[in-house]
């Protein structure tokens, strides 16, 4: 009898243990970390995979404490930061990536910890089983992006970092993220997304380094980008990969400044079409 009694005892102890512990295990953060690759155009970014929907869940947090940001003419902010879920379980990333040979870019300190604050989350297609995320680097590196593409075979992440060699300063390394209209991305320069059919496409380069300018017009029909670099406006039509160069003298650099009835590029350069693709140019301007 007080054998039976002891066994009931330990089966009910067992039991609350038990308890506790599927407790403690389900209330911790389930992550798993993803190796990155670098991005290739061909990726299928609307390849429907074989998972529930919503494909992701998306918390956004706030930290209690502030924290300085900004170096020494920054300020204490309360850090704001995205997590996102993928199967239930937070989607952690390695932002180690395994420089080509010709690159510097990619080259990041191998001490770096694996992430999953991001600090930006776009999505890319209109089923969101893709999305960009933006994440804060070391100083030297500044913001990147990676790419999260739900496909058949499980979860793809991919580095947003085209293979570069940097020529002189290293101002043009990192650039960022920005949006043209309700549809377009474009990303370092390098990249353009559109996030009304999930397609993404590689601008082409004046040569190995990425284009080293500014953002300056996207035609009317939104497939050609055009840059204001040193001395030249460079135009590309991306969904075909052609390129349309035109030469900026000092008497065009002046009227950027002095000519305020447009606004840059405008002001010397008109859209004309060529083969059915759009490019700036001054030949049919009013000069």
Known sequence: MGYSKIMTNNHFQYKIILC???????????????QATLFDTKVDLNEHPNVEEPVFSQ???????????GGIFGSKQFKEWNEVLYNNTVIRINP????????????YPSQERSQYDFDDVTYINPSKTSFIARISGPYSIGNRFYLFT????????????????????????NRDMVKFGPDILMVDNDY????????AYEITRPGKDRIR???????PDKQTIAFT????????HYPSGKVHIERIDDQQLSKMVTNKSKEWPYNYFTWITVNGKMFLSAASSSK
């Open 96 to 107: 180690q990536v395994a420089p080509p040979s010709d690159s510097e870019s990619s080259d």
């Open 20 to 34: 506790f512990s599927l407790i403690i295990f389900t209330s911790c953060k389930h992550e798993k970390v993803y």
């Open 59 to 69: 918390r956004h947090l706030k930290s209690r404490k502030e924290k300085w940001v």
């Open 213 to 219: 300018g500014e953002f300056a017009a996207l035609s």
């Open 229 to 236: 670099t040193n001395q030249l406006l460079y135009q590309c």
């Open 150 to 173: 739900a496909q058949k075979s499980g979860l793809k992440v991919y580095s947003i970092d085209r293979p570069t060699v940097i020529e002189g300063d290293r101002q043009w390394e």
């Open 192 to 199: 353009v997304f559109n996030q009304k059919t999930g397609k």
